[in-house]
C-alpha cells in the first residue's frame, strides 16, 4: 500500500488579559519541547514606569522572575521559560508596577500553556487486510481518537467513521477497522489520528486491488509448460490486465501478482513446488507482452482450496490461478495468506 504521512500542528499568539496599566499574552499555548519550543509570556505596559517585577509560577516548585526598570510604555517584553512538565500547565502571574510617583499596584492572571510533541502515525503495509477491512496503526503518543474516510477506485465515498483509541498504548500498533457502508473496490483510507493537545497526523494508505476474470490453464498432469492450445486463454487475461491498467494507472502504481494453486492429488509437497512452477511459467509469459509493471508471483500448493475436498481428489476448481493487480505491495487476504512472492 502507498502510504502518505502529513503532520499538523496550531501555534499563535493569545491574549491572556488586560488591565489598567498592562497587557499580557501568550505566543503560544501548544509548544514542542523536542523543537526547543518554551511558553513566552508577553508582557506590555501602556504607561511609563519607575520599575515592575513579574512573577510567573506554576505547580511543583517552578518560580520565574523578572525585574524590568525603568518600564517603557508601549513595548512588548517577551520572556520565555521551559515547561515544568508535559502536557497542559497552568501559570500564574502577578505584575507589581511601581509608577513613578512611588504608588504600586499588583495585577494577577493566569494563563495555560500545554507541552507536548507533535502526533505521529504510521501503518505498516503488511498489517492491511483486505477481508477484515483492518490496519495496524502506531502513534508516538495515544490518539484521543482516529477519523477515516473510504473511497473506491471510482472515486465514490464507501464510508465514513471514527473510532475511539485512547486506549493505544504510545508506540505500540493497535487494531482499527475501517467503516464501509457501501459496496465497491477500496481505492484508499484516508486516516487522521487526533490527539487531546489538539495535534493531528494524517496518514493515507492505498489497499487498493483487482482481481483480473480469467479462464484457467488446463497444464499437462504433473507439468508446468504452457501448451499452445492454452496460451489464449492467458492471452485473454492479458488483454483484460492491460486495460486494468490503463483505467487505474493513473490513480495508482499497478504491481501485478500471479499465484499458483493445485488440487489435493499428491503429497503437499510436490503440489507446493508444481504450483510455484505453473505461476512462474503464466507470470513470464505474460511479461513477454511487454508490460512496464513489475510481476510477481508464489505458489500456493493445495493449502489454499477453492472447494475443499478431502486428499487425494481430483477437483479441477482447485487446478487454479489468480492475477491480482495492486498499488504496490502484495494483497493480504485469505487467498494469499504467506508473503513468498518471488519477482520476475
Known sequence: ???????????????????????????????????GEKPVLIVTFDEALHRALVTVTAEGGFRQQYAIQPVVAGRDQRYSFSPPKPGEVMYDVAVEMVR?????????????????SPITASIDPDSVDLDTRTFRLTTNHAPSRVEMEVVSDSMDTLGKGSVDTSDAQ??????????QDKPGNVLKVM??????????????????????????????????????????????????????????GDLVQVTLYVAGYTDTVGDASSNQALSERRAKSLATYL???????????????????????????????NRRALYILTAGPPPRSGQTPR??????
Open 191 to 248: 486516516v487522521t489520528a487526533y490527539d487531546e493537545f489538539g495535534y493531528y497526523a494524517a496518514v493515507e494508505i492505498i489497499p487498493w486491488s483487482l482481481q483480473i476474470p480469467h479462464e484457467d490453464v488446463i497444464f499437462p498432469t504433473g507439468s508446468h509448460e504452457l501448451l499452445p492450445d492454452e496460451a489464449p486463454k492467458v492471452d485473454l487475461a492479458w488483454d483484460r490486465i492491460a486495460a486494468a491498467v490503463k483505467k487505474y
Open 1 to 35: 500500500m502507498k502510504l502518505l504521512s502529513v503532520l499538523f500542528a496550531f501555534a499563535l499568539t493569545v491574549p491572556v488579559a488586560a488591565h489598567a496599566g498592562v497587557f499580557l499574552g501568550v505566543e503560544r499555548q501548544l509548544v514542542d519541547p523536542s523543537k
Open 170 to 179: 504510545a508506540g505500540q500498533p493497535t487494531s482499527v477497522t475501517w467503516p
Open 287 to 317: 511479461a513477454a507482452k511487454g508490460g512496464k509493471f513489475a510481476i510477481w508471483h508464489q505458489g500456493f500448493g493445495e493449502s489454499v482450496l477453492a472447494r475443499p475436498t478431502g486428499d487425494g481428489v481430483d477437483e479441477a476448481a
Open 339 to 344: 508473503r513468498a512472492w518471488k519477482k520476475l
Open 100 to 116: 513613578k510617583d512611588g504608588s504600586t499596584e499588583v495585577m494577577e492572571d493566569v494563563f495555560f500553556v500545554t507541552a507536548a
